[in-house]
């Protein structure tokens, strides 16, 4: 059996982290917003919505990450 590497582990970690967070989102997020409405144009709207959660939340967990990188030797 072939070794694996740490960075190997590391990016399968981060990929399923990816995957199962989109899965999380789209399942608690935008399926109760889409079926909420009829028309197809108002679902569209839902999912497009949805999308400029899904950024606002992306760009809260990079800036977080940011600052926890910029800050650890300090308080560490």
């Known amino acids: 059996m072939p070794s ?9 970690v981060g990929a399923c982290s ?11 997020v935008v399926v109760p917003a889409v079926s909420s409405y009829r028309r197809a144009w108002e679902r569209v709207a839902a ?3 949805s999308g400029y959660v899904l950024a606002a939340l992306l760009g809260i967990g ?4 940011a600052v926890v990188v910029v800050e650890w030797p300090r308080v560490f």
């Open 4 to 12: 694996v590497s740490n960075t190997s582990i590391t990016y399968l």
């Open 18 to 28: 990816a995957v199962f967070g989109l899965a999380a989102f789209v399942a608690l």
């Open 47 to 49: 999912v497009v919505l």
């Open 62 to 65: 990079v800036l977080v990450g």
